[in-house]
Every structure is written in structure tokens, then in C-alpha cells.
Nanobody, 120 residues
């Protein structure tokens, strides 16, 4: 099984920045295909924020384009989300997600979530 551990959430004022990190680890050998970030605000469904596939292509939900940047350090099995020009509507629990191949099987792993609050 692969564990995803997130860090970097917190409270920030509107217009501020935060950087989220998510590191994958396991006792067994694995390979990561796609990695991404989702978020869930109170009373709303979980939505995809940004994704990065194994080929380096990225995709963003429209509301964060130009403000958020997803990046990966494949050597460290880590994905980052740089969030700039944060808005109150970005407030949510952010979850890391990864499509993992282990023992020739694909599985999907989720992090525990990290709270991001944008407020003055």
C-alpha cells in the first residue's frame, strides 16, 4: 500500500500564497503515474483542482488557471501545488491523489487532506 502525506496548509489572507506538498511512500516498490490535487469545501462535492500525468502534462480547473501551479519531483515521489493570489473561495480541504502501480496492479491512493483557509 502507498501512503500519501500532505503538508503546507494553513490560514492565509486574500491575495496571499501557500505551497502544498504531498509525498508518497511505501515499503514495497511502486511507480506513480498521474498525481493530482482535489479540494472539498463545506457543503460541496470534491473537485479536481490540478493534475499532472507521467508525461508531464498538466491540467487545471478553470477557477485556478493562472494562479495555481502543479509540479512534481519524481525522484522524491512528491507533488506540489503552488497557490498564488488566493481567494476566499479557495477555502477547502485539499487532498492529494495518485494513481499508483504496485505488483503490476493499478490502485488509487489518497492523502488525509490539509485545510486551506483564505480569510482576512
Amino acid at each position: 500500500q502507498v501512503q500519501l502525506v500532505e503538508s503546507g496548509g494553513g490560514l492565509v489572507q486574500p491575495g496571499g500564497s501557500l505551497r502544498l506538498s504531498c509525498a508518497a511512500s511505501s515499503r514495497n516498490s511502486f511507480r506513480i503515474n498521474a498525481m493530482g490535487w482535489y479540494r472539498q469545501a463545506p457543503g460541496k462535492q470534491r473537485e479536481l483542482v490540478a493534475a499532472s500525468n507521467s508525461g508531464g502534462s498538466t491540467d487545471y480547473t478553470d477557477s485556478v488557471k493562472g494562479r495555481f501551479t502543479i509540479s512534481r519531483d519524481n525522484a522524491k515521489n512528491t507533488v506540489y501545488l503552488q497557490m498564488n493570489s488566493l481567494k476566499p473561495e479557495d477555502t477547502a480541504v485539499y487532498y492529494c491523489n495518485a494513481e499508483v502501480v504496485m505488483f503490476l496492479r493499478k490502485t488509487v491512493a489518497w492523502g488525509q487532506g490539509t485545510q486551506v483557509t483564505v480569510s482576512s
